[in-house]
């Protein structure tokens, strides 16, 4: 049998007994449901705020809720950890909310020339932040705020966000104590640079919810949706960051998430000032990658993966998302450029001088020694080799050639990309 990866998921002790212990009381009938109106009340709980602003964000929790309870086929773990991540995403909002009204002059300023890296997972595109993130002018999202983005008034009187960073440690060690195999794919760490993506879970609008589980309902919703909604939903997001920057001027953001991929529109209408970077991959070794990814933490939630499954969902996804990236591209090309990730990978530096000509920003000595210092720290299948095979999830060659019709080999792109 091959080595991969992604075999059988991992079952902590711990975890045996909770699902044990769950299953007796999930068979009497004694496990609570999931619902929109006990969320919302245990966000109001936990952080004595009451004001979630605009009810928008309803129909997506109610779809999710649903989706959780009837679609995800969670083990009573995975529903007790799917019922949290809603309450925390909840209480976020609350708390984003409450400091808004605290502090409504941040609203006012523009976010300070966005660069943000975007293209399908497993691109490259976790390489390339983390080479932008060394230049000392720019300023990365942390995993502390883009998973707590706002402090509560107790911890603004303080100035200390200190209880936000143990959270995040918290939970950062909880995942790969959870999936000990989960570096080999994504390696977070608590005090790293991380994807926006996780700031969209606030508003309930987001493909991050789909690493936890399969809701195909909630998918339609997603790619469903108006213009008008699409942009609803990034001005929110776009609201957080500028919680987030808080008054600094002087250091650009650079940002990353795959999930903008398929929203790169409605992104760059809501974010003038942001700049793109598309990175690209061959898809026959991105899609059985990302879908060794999803199932790793799809499977800490439940006992019934489906794995052969997953190829013809992932591929379906990220082939709309490069069909919509395509359009955005006739709109707002002047502020987009496009990277191969084995160019990337050959010339990492060069690259990154490339990209900072293409936009503008300035390159310095310093950037360029971080970005050194960071390969020599960070060498490539540093945690494990990553190993899949695309018909280990259900695909075959042919079925990627078909599905990807026109995307690769990018031969005008590669002519092109910075």
Same mark, same amino acid.
């Given at each position: 049998?091959?080595?991969?990866?992604?075999?059988?998921?991992?079952?902590?002790?711990?975890?045996?007994?909770?699902?044990?212990?769950?299953?007796?009381?999930? +068979?009497?009938?004694?496990? @609570?449901?999931?619902?929109?109106?006990? %969320?919302? /009340?245990?966000? $109001?709980? &936990?952080?004595? *705020? !009451?004001?979630?602003?605009?009810?928008?964000?309803?129909?997506?929790?109610?779809?999710?809720?649903?989706?959780?309870?009837?679609?995800?086929?969670?083990?009573?773990?995975?529903?007790?950890?799917?019922?949290?991540?809603?309450?925390?995403?909840?209480?976020?909002?609350?708390?984003?909310?409450?400091?808004?009204?605290?502090?409504?002059?941040?609203?006012?300023?523009?976010?300070?020339?966005?660069?943000?890296?975007?293209?399908?997972?497993?691109?490259?595109?976790?390489?390339?932040?983390?080479?932008?993130?060394?230049?000392?002018?720019?300023?990365?999202?942390?995993?502390?705020?883009?998973?707590?983005?706002?402090?509560?008034?107790?911890?603004?009187?303080?100035? +200390?966000?200190?209880?936000? @960073?143990?959270?995040?440690?918290?939970? %950062?060690? /909880?995942?790969? $104590?959870? &999936?000990?195999? *989960? !570096?080999?794919?994504?390696?977070?760490?608590?005090?790293?640079?991380?994807?926006?993506?996780?700031?969209?879970?606030?508003?309930?609008?987001?493909?991050?919810?789909?690493?936890?589980?399969?809701?195909?309902?909630?998918?339609?919703?997603?790619?469903?949706?108006?213009?008008?909604?699409?942009?609803?939903?990034?001005?929110?997001?776009?609201?957080?960051?500028?919680?987030?920057?808080?008054?600094?001027?002087?250091?650009?953001?650079?940002?990353?998430?795959?999930?903008?991929?398929?929203?790169?529109?409605?992104?760059?209408?809501?974010?003038?000032?942001?700049?793109?970077?598309?990175?690209?991959?061959?898809?026959?070794?991105?899609?059985?990658?990302?879908?060794?990814?999803?199932?790793?933490? @799809?499977?800490?939630?439940?006992?019934?993966?489906?794995?052969?499954?997953?190829?013809?969902?992932?591929?379906?996804?990220?082939?709309?998302?490069?069909?919509?990236?395509?359009?955005?591209?006739?709109?707002?090309?002047?502020?987009?450029?496009?990277?191969?990730?084995?160019?990337?990978?050959?010339?990492?530096?060069?690259?990154?001088?490339?990209?900072?000509?293409?936009?503008?920003?300035?390159?310095?000595?310093?950037?360029?020694?971080?970005?050194?210092?960071?390969?020599?720290?960070?060498?490539?299948?540093?945690?494990?080799?990553?190993?899949?095979?695309?018909?280990?999830?259900?695909?075959?060659?042919?079925?990627?050639?078909?599905?990807?019709?026109?995307?690769?080999?990018?031969?005008?792109?590669?002519?092109?990309?910075?």
């Amino acid at each position: 049998m091959t080595n991969y990866t992604l075999n059988q998921p991992f079952r902590p002790v711990g975890v045996k007994l909770f699902n044990g212990i769950g299953g007796v009381v999930r +068979n009497l009938g004694g496990e @609570r449901t999931i619902t929109v109106d006990r %969320v919302l /009340a245990a966000g $109001r709980s &936990a952080t004595g *705020l !009451k004001d979630y602003g605009r009810d928008d964000f309803l129909e997506p929790l109610q779809i999710l809720c649903e989706e959780f309870e009837n679609s995800a086929k969670l083990h009573p773990f995975g529903h007790y950890c799917m019922n949290r991540l809603l309450v925390q995403h909840a209480s976020n909002r609350l708390l984003v909310e409450d400091a808004w009204k605290r502090h409504p002059e941040f609203l006012t300023q523009p976010l300070n020339r966005p660069l943000y890296v975007v293209g399908m997972p497993r691109t490259g595109t976790t390489l390339l932040y983390n080479l932008l993130s060394q230049d000392p002018n720019s300023r990365p999202l942390m995993v502390w705020e883009t998973l707590y983005p706002a402090l509560s008034p107790k911890e603004e009187r303080k100035q +200390n966000d200190s209880y936000r @960073r143990w959270k995040a440690n918290f939970a %950062v060690k /909880a995942m790969n $104590r959870l &999936a000990p195999n *989960l !570096k080999q794919v994504h390696a977070i760490e608590p005090d790293s640079p991380e994807e926006c993506g996780w700031l969209m879970n606030n508003s309930f609008v987001s493909l991050m919810f789909l690493l936890d589980a399969v809701l195909p309902r909630y998918f339609d919703y997603y790619k469903n949706m108006s213009d008008e909604r699409q942009l609803e939903v990034y001005d929110y997001y776009k609201k957080q960051l500028q919680l987030l920057q808080a008054g600094e001027q002087k250091k650009h953001w650079i940002l990353k998430s795959p999930v903008h991929q398929a929203t790169l529109a409605p992104l760059m209408e809501t974010i003038p000032e942001a700049n793109i970077i598309q990175t690209h991959r061959d898809p026959k070794k991105v899609v059985p990658s990302c879908c060794s990814l999803i199932c790793m933490t @799809r499977g800490i939630f439940s006992d019934h993966l489906d794995i052969q499954k997953s190829g013809p969902e992932l591929a379906e996804r990220m082939s709309i998302a490069i069909e919509n990236s395509k359009k955005a591209k006739e709109k707002f090309g002047d502020r987009m450029t496009d990277v191969v990730f084995d160019n990337l990978v050959k010339d990492p530096i060069g690259t990154v001088k490339g990209i900072y000509e293409r936009f503008g920003y300035e390159y310095s000595d310093a950037m360029e020694a971080g970005m050194k210092q960071w390969l020599a720290n960070n060498p490539q299948g540093k945690h494990g080799a990553h190993k899949y095979e695309l018909e280990q999830f259900g695909l075959s060659n042919a079925d990627i050639d078909r599905c990807f019709e026109g995307y690769w080999p990018p031969t005008e792109m590669a002519a092109t990309a910075t």
